[in-house]
């Protein structure tokens, strides 16, 4: 089975700091991996997600993540946190071979401050 | 991008009544769509799986006939809580894969239920 850790149920930076939220993942089969964030009484929304190819990861709203195999890790970045980043953020692997199922860890509150 | 679209947002329910929950994809096909169940301060938990056209597949330790699941069409489906109970009360959210490897799978905006 597959399961996702996520380190540090909170995270606190000053804003325009960099931003590492970290995720581990377990997985036997190649993982499909994602990244989402929840804003309060919101829906997930998706920031980026790896599959095959390209290891280093883009998403939306500056943020990147870079999957490494051999650690199997896949933590997010920001190079400047801003005000607007504060929010929840999820980390998940796909079930399986695909798409069908996701997997999430408990999740990481980002905290920004002035 | 794809769009899926879940109501109401926010329900209130009287202890014993039950409620339901929809989740339609609006621009494209969903055979398989899934429910997702998240407490305060937790992740999110898998509930069951919405197959269009057959039962539905419900995770581990879920109720399936206290949580009703009907995958009416290629573009809803819906989760009736039935007899609901406060400790029913949580953040429900729905979500459609798309695409044609289907990678990514798309949320609901997620319902609020209240159980009092």
């Known amino acids: 089975a597959q399961s996702v850790t996520q380190l540090g149920s909170h995270v606190s930076v000053s804003e325009g700091a960099l931003v590492l939220l970290r995720c581990n993942y377990s997985?036997?089969?190649?993982?499909?991996l994602f990244w989402y964030v929840q804003y309060p009484n919101q829906g997930l929304q998706l920031l980026l997600k790896?599959?095959?190819?390209?290891?280093l990861v883009k998403g939306i709203n500056g943020f990147e993540a870079e999957f490494k195999k051999s650690e199997t890790s896949f933590h997010l970045t920001k190079p400047s946190a801003h005000m607007s980043d504060a929010a929840e953020y999820f980390c998940?692997?796909?079930?399986?071979?695909?798409?069908?199922?996701?997997?999430f860890g408990t999740g990481t509150r980002l905290l920004v401050s002035p | 991008g794809a769009v899926v679209s879940q109501h109401p947002s926010r329900v209130i329910c009287k202890s014993g009544t039950s409620v339901k929950i929809e989740c339609r994809s609006l621009?494209?096909?969903?055979?398989?769509m899934f429910w997702y169940r998240q407490f305060p301060k937790q992740s999110l938990m898998l509930m069951a799986t919405?197959?269009?056209?057959?039962?539905?597949?419900?995770e581990q330790g879920v109720e399936k006939d206290k949580f009703l699941i009907n995958h009416a069409s290629l573009t809803l489906s819906t989760l009736t809580v039935t007899s609901a109970h406060p400790e029913d009360s949580s953040f429900y959210i729905c979500?459609?894969?798309?695409?044609?490897?289907?990678?990514?799978?798309?949320f609901g905006q997620g319902t609020r239920l209240t159980v009092v």
């Open positions: 979500s459609a894969p798309q695409g044609v490897v289907g990678t990514e799978a798309f």
């Open positions: 997985s036997s089969v190649p993982p499909y």
């Open positions: 790896y599959t095959t190819g390209a290891t």
């Open positions: 998940a692997v796909s079930e399986g071979s695909g798409f069908q199922k996701l997997v």
């Open positions: 621009d494209f096909q969903a055979t398989t």
């Open positions: 919405s197959n269009e056209g057959s039962k539905a597949t419900y």
